[in-house]
């Protein structure tokens, strides 16, 4: 029987992490880079002894957060960025400038925000690993299934972005955090846990899907009983619950408007004299060109091409959820665990993982209708169970042979290594 242990998720985890942290020193340190239109990263001081190493973890986005960390959000741009994930750098960096490093704050920022995303990575992959279990329900020493979607989790092409200054790696472990504990029936404190996602990226209001079709699916059962007083709480708990996910995004925009918009003696931005000042979709179109198919541009076909393998691969599940759509399958998630098995997973899944496969298929559609299309790659690794488990599982069906799935397998790791370097040079990525 098939017992691999919790610890070994652990291990497997803290050894990807530290690959991932090494080919981007060696790729900084060792590859000229691209001078990329846009490129960004942080400057630090010459005094500042570590940074010759560091500076593979500050590129692009990252820039921006350890910004925030050290200055906060003096100009607008910034407020694309939420607040929870510089913040908690900030903390972690006061707290490590006396007693390990030299006392040069750009580079206890970059040591903080290294520690802090390596560090949620592996606890989301814990998570990740005992979600699927719970949603499998079968034990975690018992089953090959959540050991595999936690193992393709550490080599997912969006890897860098779990080691690097970015929030994703945060923002994965309170996802699988609060979804676990939705699982488990724990509904406010998982509600909570979706909250701090939203405090730490804007696709976290997402999970409001999920929450709100937990709520509906407690309510359908509580209507079966001979009171059907209990469906109406469970319905007004779960409206409460949502309104928690959504919330860090309302106030984000309040203080944005606060801070940019009643300003005495200067020019408020455009956005100010809206009906509702939106500072994260002023900032989003003024400076990503982020809209309603505003990417959709002959110049933009090499990021679409980026984002295509998992664009398709929504597609896919959606099209065999769709033709298991019986009532006896329509309970299992979709086709997401693995092609060929889902007819044993709808025996064994609990009601309502269907939500999986719906918050799936909204964070595909905001990348591709909305976002810049090539995010959406990370947009699903990070915080999106239900592409865990279809990759994984793909790459391990007992269907393929096994020519392919080692060829597949040498892919997903090339991919994972190639973005990383892509990534440290300004090569496009996604």
Known sequence: MWRPPSRGVFLRASLSRFLVVLLAVLAHLALPEHEASGALQVRAAPTCRLAPLLGAFTRWDAAHFLAAARDGWTCEQRFAFFPLYPLLVRVLSAWLRPRALSGCEDESAMVAAVLLSNAAFVAATVLLFHLTAAVLRVRCDSA???YEAALFFCVSPASVFFSTAYSEACFAASVFG?????????AWVGAGLLAVGSALRANGTLNALVVASDAT???ASAWTRPSGRAGAAELIAGGTQSALVLSPYALWVVAGHQRLCTLSGALPPKFCARRWPDVYQHVQAEYWGVGFLRYYQLRQLPN???AAPTLLACARACAAAAAQSSRRHWR??????ARGELADTARRAPPGTVLYLVHWTALTLVGL?????QVTTRLVAAGCPGATWFFSGALSSRRSGSRWKRAARAYVVAFA???TVAHVTFLPFI
């Open 144 to 146: 090959r299934r959540p």
């Open 417 to 419: 290594a190639a973005g």
């Open 369 to 373: 209708l909305l976002s810049n299309v």
């Open 304 to 306: 679409f091409a980026l």
């Open 217 to 219: 699916r407690r309510a």
């Open 332 to 337: 299992a998630p979709g086709a997401l665990i």
């Open 178 to 186: 609060g979804m676990l504990l939705l699982q488990h029936g724990r």
